[in-house]
T-cell receptor
Framework: GAVVSQHPSRVICKSGTSVKIECRSL??????MFWYRQFPKQSLMLMAT?????????EQGVEKDKFLINHASLTLSTLTVTSAHPEDSSFYIC???????????FGPGTRLTVT | KNQVEQSPQSLIILEGKNCTLQ??????????LRWYKQDTGRGPVSLTI?????NTKSNGRYTATLDADTKQSSLHITASQLSDSASYIC????????????FGGGTRVLVKP
């Protein structure tokens, strides 16, 4: 099956710094990638939809200037958490949409801890 | 409003026993329904995906059913193993809004020896 990777898997940063998370589709081209956030014992919450070559579409309540998304190629999307604060600590998961199979494949997630 | 409700929230079963998880949805227009398994600290992994015309699909010891008329789905786990301990998430996709997924809250399954 299709594989989606995320890097890093785990990151600890200090409050006020920025962190970049990469999401790659390894063996297929993804026209659309999605970014989710998951708090403990809760389900995934969609943050934004990222289309290759265009601006991301953010869900209501998600600050686009804080969570910068870039989808520069059909296999790579990045999420940058700017000026991170402890409340941004969460599990961030990306998924890549393979249109021909209407399937979304999820990455393994990135655990962000802001101290 | 598109919603996916799952029950029970959590479940403890003994190794070797069967269990069934429920999912009710109100997503429209319906595209497909998926069941994912999510281990703690990992991303979701697809178990089954069913379109409107499919009413059952199996993946090893996992069997999903779909009743599109009543908008209900179930996931049956047969002969549970300790490795089945995870969260199981029911997700419904809509044809509208760029194939966005609506997630259920998940059922946390704990298999005990």
């Amino acid at each position: 099956g299709a594989v989606v990777s995320q890097h890093p898997s785990r990151v600890i940063c200090k409050s006020g710094t920025s962190v970049k998370i990469e999401c790659r589709s390894l063996d297929f081209q993804a026209t659309t990638m999605f970014w989710y956030r998951q708090f403990p014992k809760q389900s995934l919450m969609l943050m934004a939809t990222s289309n290759e070559g265009s601006k991301a579409t953010y869900e209501q309540g998600v600050e686009k200037d804080k969570f910068l998304i870039n989808h520069a190629s059909l296999t790579l999307s990045t999420l940058t958490v700017t000026s991170a604060h402890p409340e941004d600590s969460s599990f961030y998961i990306c998924s890549a949409y393979q249109g021909s199979h209407y399937e979304q494949y999820f990455g393994p997630g990135t655990r962000l801890t802001v101290t | 409003k598109n919603q996916v409700e799952q029950s029970p929230q959590s479940l403890i079963i003994l190794e070797g026993k069967n269990c069934t998880l429920q999912c009710n949805y109100t997503v429209s227009p319906f595209s497909n329904l998926r069941w994912y398994k999510q281990d703690t600290g990992r991303g979701p992994v697809s178990l089954t995906i069913m379109t409107f015309s499919e009413n059952t699909k199996s993946n090893g010891r996992y069997t999903a059913t779909l009743d599109a008329d009543t908008k209900q789905s179930s996931l049956h786990i047969t002969a549970s193993q300790l490795s089945d301990s995870a969260s199981y998430i029911c997700v419904v996709s809509t044809k509208a809004a760029g194939n966005k997924l609506t997630f259920g809250g998940g059922t946390r399954v704990l298999v005990k020896p």
